[in-house]
Antibody, heavy 117, light 106 residues
Framework: QVQLVESGGGVVQPGRSLRLSCAAS????????MHWVRQAPGKGLEWVAV????????FYADSVKGRFTISRDNSKNTVYLEMNSLRAGDTAVYFCARASFNIPDFWGQGTLVIVSS | DIQMTQSPSSLSASVGDRVTITCRASQGIRNELNWYQHKPGKAPKRLIY???RLESGVPLRFSGSGSGTEFTLTISSLQPEDFATYFCLQHSSYPALTFGGGTKVE
C-alpha cells in the first residue's frame, strides 16, 4: 500500500536551515508529482510546494519562495524540502503528499518543525 | 488567490446524526474540490474528489455535492470512527492550492 514517511523535523533557531525528507513506497514514485503542505499550530493547512514527477517543474507558495527548495531523488523514492532562513512563522507540521493528476491524494503523517531561539 | 471559507469550524454531533459541512469559494472553481478527513497524529485521508466522486473504499455514508462556489460534505449517519477534522481543498488555481479552515466534528 502507499506509504509516505516524513522525517527531519525538529527545533531550529531562526535564520538557520533544515532539510525534510519524505520516503515513499508502495507505488511507482517516479510516475508521480509530490507536494509539501504545512499546518501551523491552531491554524489551517497551507500548501508549500510541488515538484513534478521528473523534477522538471517546481512551484512554491509566495510565503516560502526564495527560501525553500523542493527536490527529489527518484532512485531513492524520496522527496526533500530544503528550508533556509527559517522564521518563527514557519513553525508547523509539514506533510508530504502524492500528487495524482497534480492533486494531493495520499498523505504522510507529518513531521514537526519548531523555529525558536 | 482563491479563498475557501469552511463552516462551521466545529460541531458537536452524536452517533447516527446527519452532518453537513460547507465550503464556499471566493470565485468559481467548477468542480475542482476535494474533501479530506484528518485524525490527530494520522495522515489525512481523501474522501471525495471532483466535488462528488467517492474515493475507493470510503463508506457510502459520505457524499459530496456542489459546483462553482458552494460545496457540501455530508455524512448521512455519523459513526464513532468519523469523529475527526474535515477540510476541503480547491485545485482550480493549481499550483496555488488553497484549503478550507477545517471542521472539527466532536
Amino acid at each position: 500500500q502507499v506509504q509516505l514517511v516524513e522525517s527531519g523535523g525538529g527545533v531550529v533557531q531562526p535564520g538557520r536551515s533544515l532539510r525534510l525528507s519524505c520516503a515513499a513506497s508502495g507505488f511507482p514514485f517516479s510516475d508521480y508529482g509530490m507536494h509539501w503542505v504545512r499546518q501551523a499550530p491552531g491554524k489551517g493547512l497551507e500548501w508549500v510546494a510541488v515538484i513534478w514527477y521528473d523534477g522538471s517543474n517546481k512551484f512554491y507558495a509566495d510565503s516560502v519562495k526564495g527560501r525553500f527548495t523542493i527536490s527529489r531523488d527518484n532512485s531513492k523514492n524520496t522527496v526533500y524540502l530544503e528550508m533556509n532562513s527559517l522564521r518563527a512563522g514557519d513553525t508547523a507540521v509539514y506533510f508530504c503528499a502524492r500528487a495524482s493528476f497534480n492533486i494531493p491524494d495520499f498523505w504522510g503523517q507529518g513531521t514537526l518543525v519548531i523555529v525558536s531561539s | 488567490d482563491i479563498q475557501m471559507t469552511q463552516s462551521p469550524s466545529s460541531l458537536s454531533a452524536s452517533v447516527g446524526d446527519r452532518v453537513t459541512i460547507t465550503c464556499r469559494a471566493s470565485q468559481g472553481i467548477r468542480n475542482e474540490l476535494n474533501w479530506y478527513q484528518h485524525k490527530p497524529g494520522k495522515a489525512p485521508k481523501r474522501l471525495i474528489y471532483a466535488a462528488s466522486r467517492l474515493e475507493s473504499g470510503v463508506p457510502l455514508r459520505f457524499s459530496g455535492s456542489g459546483s462553482g462556489t458552494e460545496f457540501t460534505l455530508t455524512i448521512s449517519s455519523l459513526q464513532p470512527e468519523d469523529f475527526a477534522t474535515y477540510f476541503c481543498l480547491q485545485h482550480s488555481s493549481y499550483p496555488a492550492l488553497t484549503f478550507g479552515g477545517g471542521t472539527k466534528v466532536e
